[in-house]
């Protein structure tokens, strides 16, 4: 998959992982959920490295305004809307 920063033009080809939380990122659930329900679930990795690993990704992804992060859930449910 790839994606466009509509900032400034910055194209990001995503891994496999990386289409996981592209498309895991809904505005309602928290990361930590995303990587303990995707990620580690379907594939082999420390829970701890990929935490670190998916907050570096998103980290870059918030800088180039493509993702934005937020502490509190961004809209209602998709089964709520």
């Not at 466009?4 to 992982?17: H, I």
């Not at 996981?20 to 679930?41: E, F, N």
């Not at 998916?54 to 800088?63: G, T």
Request: hydrophobic share 45%.
């Amino acid at each position: 998959m790839m994606i466009m920063s509509a900032v400034d033009s910055t194209f990001f080809t995503l891994n496999e992982v990386a289409t996981v939380i592209w498309q895991a990122a809904d505005g309602c659930t928290p990361l930590s959920d995303i990587v303990a329900s995707k990620i580690c679930s379907e594939f082999d990795v420390d829970p701890d490295q990929a935490g670190h690993d998916v907050e570096q990704f998103v980290s870059q992804l918030s800088q180039h305004g493509i993702l934005l992060v937020s502490e509190q859930p961004i809209t209602a449910p998709p089964e709520a809307r």
